[in-house]
């Protein structure tokens, strides 16, 4: 005789199996074609470079990893510091964050703009923010080479306000790409300060200025610190994509402006060093990761704050 | 508010302005290349008039023919799978209490999201040159399996959302009904579920139609799509061809996304 309690637990456990077998379709595919594959590009970092791309298959050394800081002189194998690498990585950087802040700045007060409209007409400005958000990346940044091209819209009109004589060379630049990330990214900052400042109790904002505080110090001792968590989740959005960013650069930046997407597919393309690549990608994995967990530590313990 | 109030409580110096000032540089480079494609001329750079020329010659352009089909087919194809595929994992994934390994299948489900894409593309191109080797095989397989995984996240994002706020006491009544475990699912359960099947459909549609990072890496010679095909024609001398196509593909997931925004809104 099998008890009640025994029944239940048997049910349960079906009811897990059946769990599995349902969501295993979706978790083969991502397996078999985003997971694994890095497990195997892992493999790829460790092993001797093949001499027209690929690797040799099982024979292992550390060059990949070696040579993403590091450079051995051809004449005298001396060990020296890859300066060609470690400046595309500090652009990558430097680029990113500028992107951040620049898009924090202008996003901050679109979305305070739209949260403060009436409840109707908000949904038209959202609407207004994600359409471009859902434009296709590459002609985004298409577009975007329109504007600041030599023969672009804002060279012509400098030139007829008379501000400028010559064009300004703006593509190919770090400028260029600066631009192109802006543009794309914007609604990534818009979108999570909207939601977050949608939510704001302005009695606190009028308990402020019943306690005779400046608009500032409103804006500097409430507000700001009411949608931190979006200011966090906005920054975060924004900062992720752009150090892994690879159309906007290669469009925009061109062979002289290259970011760290763009040395990865050197490597891969006309540097035919597999294992270097490899170990390039997981370097800009992990810096997303540890950008990803900066971010959990910091919502958590906003949750906290709150709960 | 109070009557007879003159301070703004919720007005920031120079916000407004700053935000109109933002909708507008929002807008102006899409605009901007609107207005090329409908040039005479054949510069980018000199405006020669208003015409449909580049429009003809984009559709007559047997390449961009070829490439805009392979896009269709491999949207539908993956898009098809990643919803199967996510229908199944929202279901078993919701609607239950905390069991052993729910949460790694929703870090496993949401991986893509984490990579940066170019990350994923190498790690695709080595594996997947391997097995063309070992195969011999090197058709559109690779990329559908490609896209269906990146989509899968996305379709599963409003069918899980839509399950969520689903009402349990009609499976209850169908189940008090006699009704098998089967019947219950497809006479009630699906029914209800279909406008989260259907956004998740396109959502997943408009991702795989819109990538470009991995379709580049993976694709094998003559399989450019779409957006591949535009990225190698900018690295010419471009003509407004290239804006015709950009305004087709722009209002084709503008509409798309437009008709996800009114299916995902309907009430349960």
């Known amino acids: 005789m099998t008890s009640a309690a025994e029944i239940v637990t048997q049910v349960e456990r079906d009811d897990v199996r059946a769990r599995w077998l349902l969501s295993a ?3 083969l595919i991502i397996f078999f074609a985003a997971i694994g594959p890095l497990f195997v ?24 990893w070696f040579s993403v800081l590091f450079q051995r002189d051809i004449f005298d194998d001396t060990i020296g510091l890859a300066d060609a690498h470690l400046s595309i990585f500090w652009r990558s950087v430097k680029l990113s964050l500028i992107t951040t802040l620049v898009t924090l700045a202008l996003g901050f007060p679109t979305a305070y703009f739209i949260a403060t409209r009436p409840p109707h007409t908000r949904e038209v400005w959202v609407f207004l923010v994600t359409i471009p958000f859902w434009t296709n990346l590459l002609i985004r ?41 802006v543009y794309v990214y914007l609604p990534l900052m818009v979108l999570p300060l909207y939601a977050s400042m949608e939510k704001l109790d302005f ?30 989740a906005g920054s975060i959005l924004v900062f992720i994509p752009s150090l892994g960013a690879y159309v906007i650069p290669r469009v925009l930046g061109g062979g002289k402006s290259m970011m760290l997407g763009n040395l990865i597919e050197l490597q891969f393309g006309a540097g035919r060093n597999w294992p270097l690549g490899a170990a390039i990608s997981i370097t800009l994995m992990a810096m997303v990761m540890l950008a990803l967990l900066v971010y959990v530590r910091n919502a958590a313990r906003s949750g906290a704050q709150h709960g | 508010m109070a009557s007879g109030r003159t301070f703004d409580l919720r007005s920031q110096p120079a916000f407004s302005f700053v935000a109109l000032f933002t909708f507008f540089m929002l807008y102006l480079p899409i605009a901007a290349l609107v207005m090329y494609a409908f040039n005479a001329g054949s510069s980018m750079a000199v405006w020669e008039g208003v015409s449909l020329r580049w429009f003809y010659e984009a559709a007559g352009n047997e390449r961009v023919q070829e490439a805009a089909l392979r896009s269709a087919v491999i949207a539908m194809f993956a898009a098809l799978t990643a919803t199967v595929a996510a229908t199944m994992a929202a279901i078993a994934t919701t609607r239950t209490r905390p069991y052993r390994g729910l949460t790694f299948k929703y870090a496993f489900i949401n991986q893509p999201l984490m990579v ?44 899980r959302a839509r ?8 499976e209850t009544a169908a189940a008090d009904l006699y009704a098998t475990k089967w019947q219950a699912f497809s006479h009630v359960t699906l029914p209800l579920l279909r406008p989260g099947i ?59 996304v437009t008709a996800f925004f009114f299916v995902n809104r309907r009430k349960v």
């Open chain 2, 163 to 170: 399950l969520e706020n689903m009402d349990l006491s009609l």
């Open chain 2, 198 to 256: 259907i956004a998740g459909f396109m959502l997943a549609f408009v991702i795989s139609l819109d990538d470009v990072v991995i379709t580049e890496f993976v694709k094998s010679g003559g399989q450019d799509t779409l957006p591949t095909y535009m990225l190698g024609q900018l690295r010419r001398e471009t003509t407004p061809e290239i804006n015709a196509i950009a305004v087709a593909f722009l209002l084709f997931s503008v509409v798309l």
């Open chain 1, 25 to 27: 379709p979706a978790l």
């Open chain 1, 41 to 64: 590009m892992l493999a790829y970092s460790v092993m001797v470079k093949g001499d027209y791309g690929d690797v040799r298959f099982g024979e292992l050394s550390l060059d990949g």
């Open chain 2, 116 to 159: 940066p894409e170019i990350v994923t593309a190498v790690a695709l191109l080595i594996v997947f040159s391997r097995i063309k080797v070992w195969t011999g095989y090197s058709g559109l397989g690779y990329l559908v399996a490609a896209h269906s995984a990146f989509c899968i996240p996305f379709a599963y994002l409003p069918i």
């Open chain 1, 203 to 232: 009695r606190l904002v009028e308990a402020g200025y019943d306690l005779y505080a400046t608009r500032l110090r409103v804006l500097w001792r409430i507000i700001i610190p009411l949608v931190r968590p979006g200011i966090v």
């Open chain 1, 141 to 181: 940044t298409f577009a975007m080479q329109e504007v600041i091209r030599n023969e672009g819209i804002l060279n012509t009109l400098m030139i007829r306000l008379g501000v400028i004589d010559q064009p300004i060379q703006l593509m190919y630049t770090d400028a260029a790409i600066l631009f192109g990330m």
